[in-house]
Structure formats: structure tokens, C-alpha cells
């Protein structure tokens, strides 16, 4: 069995922050580990962003602790699709501290 098979059979068992850790890990810590979201700078002051978007992570993770679901945020935002919201959650499992700390710095309904 190869390590790449014994990954994938071990994959069923992570919890969805291991799955987030495990493809920093094999991005090497790259930006490209999270595909969907990007940080430009001058776009939303530099905050980590929908990828096509000005949406920033910290906007969408702030929604979703209001009480708003998957559905209900892509309703909001027509141009968003599931794999946005998936990378956007997977995003913040890595970068917490990040994310949480932009929410109190651009407080409730603040938006770029």
C-alpha cells in the first residue's frame, strides 16, 4: 500500500480542521492551500478575500455566527457557489486568530 493510499483511507476518520491541517501541510504553507480565497493588497484592506470577489472571510464567518446558514448566505450573495462557502470555512479552521481579530477590528456590519 502507498502512503498516498493509506492517507485516503485514513481520510473517512479526520474531523473537518485535521482535513483543513493535513492540506496546509501538503501546500507547504502555500497561499494556494486555500484555492478559493486570495489576499490582495488595497482590495478590503488586505483581508483574505473570495477569490473574484471583494467578500472578505472575516464578513462571511461573522454572518455564519449570527446564525446564518450555507443557504441562506449564497441567497444573500448570488454570486457565490457551495466550494466558496467550503473554502471559507476551511480557511478559517486554519487562521482563527486571523479571522476573529478582523471581525472586532471591522465590528458588526461593517463591510470594504
Known sequence: MTALQKVEA???EFTPGERAML????AGGDAY???G???TPGVCGGSACIIRTRIPVWSLVASKKLGF???ELLENYPTLRQQDLDSVWNYYLIHQAEIELEILENGEGSSC
Open 33 to 35: 492551500a486555500f484555492p
Open 69 to 71: 446558514d450555507d443557504t
Open 23 to 26: 492540506i496546509q501541510k501538503v
Open 10 to 12: 485514513l481520510l473517512p
Open 37 to 39: 480565497v486570495e489576499k
